[in-house]
């Protein structure tokens, strides 16, 4: 029995290491950049609120959910401040995180725009042993069980930077860049965003990403996206682990609501027909009094 425990653990502790940088952790599908890279905070004018539900491997007993809450506002014509909490568990194991961003807008002229982003908070790694398959058979008393490796926390850091020109946003970010005692996180993200003016009302996004992943294969994504007068959107893509992605959302004056649907592939048919994402966004146009007095110092 100790055997079969300790070859779990070597492979969990695997799954632990490569949690944070799953594909679905840092989720930007939906309208949510600013979850992947801190240059994006404070990018749309007003409060940005964002609360975001994903799910996968529905079926299967302790399927693997993220939750996510995200707020954004500009504090001057060139800062930004925002902060998020996710909340992500996959079988035995849940990761909280709670940081804050920060971002500068470096206006070269005025088609031209240079962003730096950055990310700090805590991250907690938790090892929930009644997830475990018949976890009232195992030795509670078992050193394995209790190990602080599986249960930890940290502070966590990451750095983006957004390169905007006409209708065209280059992205580069590492949002996990720094952990406590943990070597420097090779994760990066990197996406291309193209606008493109088809008629006075409609609008068509070209844009591709990569994800190099430290642990697990490395990840491409072609999309396309078509606007009609910013109220209705549908997105289709195709990522290099064979699976597929469709989304549409609806804009209602302030009120976003968004769904995203991504195909399984054949090495993960068998317990999951496919993932599930909704995001709804909330802007509040004039940012609270409260918050200019707390974060806008009188010049």
Not at 3 to 9: R, S
Not at 95 to 117: C, E, H, N, P, Q
Not at 180 to 185: A, E, F, K, V, W
Request: glycine share 6%; aromatic share 14%; hydrophobic share 40%.
């Amino acid at each position: 029995m100790k055997n079969i425990l300790y070859i779990l653990f070597i492979i969990t502790t695997l799954q632990v290491k490569s949690q944070v940088l799953s594909y679905d952790f840092y989720s930007f599908k939906l309208n949510n950049m600013v979850n992947v890279n801190p240059a994006y905070t404070g990018r749309d004018d007003g409060l940005n609120i964002v609360l975001s539900a994903q799910t996968q491997n529905k079926g299967v007993a302790f399927a693997n959910k993220n939750y996510m809450f995200i707020m954004h506002s500009k504090i001057s014509k060139k800062q930004a401040l925002g902060t998020r909490i996710i909340s992500d568990t996959r079988g035995a194991f849940q990761v909280l995180k709670a940081d804050l961003f920060y971002s500068y807008l470096a206006k070269i002229s005025d088609d031209m725009k240079f962003t730096l982003g950055l990310s700090a908070g805590l991250l907690k790694n938790s090892l929930l042993v009644n997830r475990i398959d018949n976890y009232q058979s195992l030795d509670q008393s078992d050193p394995t069980l209790t190990k602080p490796y599986y249960n930890t926390n940290q502070f966590a850091a990451g750095l983006g930077v957004l390169y905007n020109y006409k209708g065209l946003d280059v992205s580069f970010s590492m949002p996990h860049i720094i952990s406590t005692s943990q070597p420097l996180n090779g994760y990066i993200n990197t996406a291309i965003f193209y606008n493109i003016k088809a008629t006075e009302d409609f609008k068509i996004t070209p844009w591709l990403c990569y994800q190099n992943m430290p642990i697990t294969k490395n990840l491409g994504s072609l999309f396309v996206k078509g606007t009609y007068k910013d109220i209705i959107w549908i997105q289709g893509g195709y990522q290099t682990n064979r699976t597929f992605c469709a989304m549409f959302g609806v804009n209602v004056e302030n009120l976003s609501i968004s769904y995203g649907y991504k195909s399984s592939n054949s090495q993960f048919k068998t317990i999951s027909s496919a993932s599930h994402e909704i995001t709804f966004s909330f802007k509040i146009t004039e940012v609270p009094a409260v918050l200019k007095r707390v974060f806008l110092p009188k010049m």
